[in-house]
């Protein structure tokens, strides 16, 4: 049987395209994979901010107390 050139044409034409969008979502699956890691390092800066904050919550904190504790005149350990 011999071959259909417009069958041989499209099939061509098929092949291409495939070509086409392959290697357009392997670029745009490039571009979400450095998005992501921009995302995974803000996300750790992010924490380690938060965790700086809550460090510092908890100075101020044991600051008041020993202030307030100083005020009333008397250690919270006293009883």
Known sequence: MPEDPIAHSE??????????????????????????????????????KVEALDKKIDRNQAQIIELLTELVGRRPDAG
């Open 11 to 48: 099939l061509a034409a098929l092949t291409r395209r495939f070509e086409e969008v392959a290697e357009q979502h392997g670029r745009e699956f490039g571009i979400i994979k450095s998005d992501l890691t921009a995302v995974r390092l803000q996300v750790g800066n992010l924490d380690q």
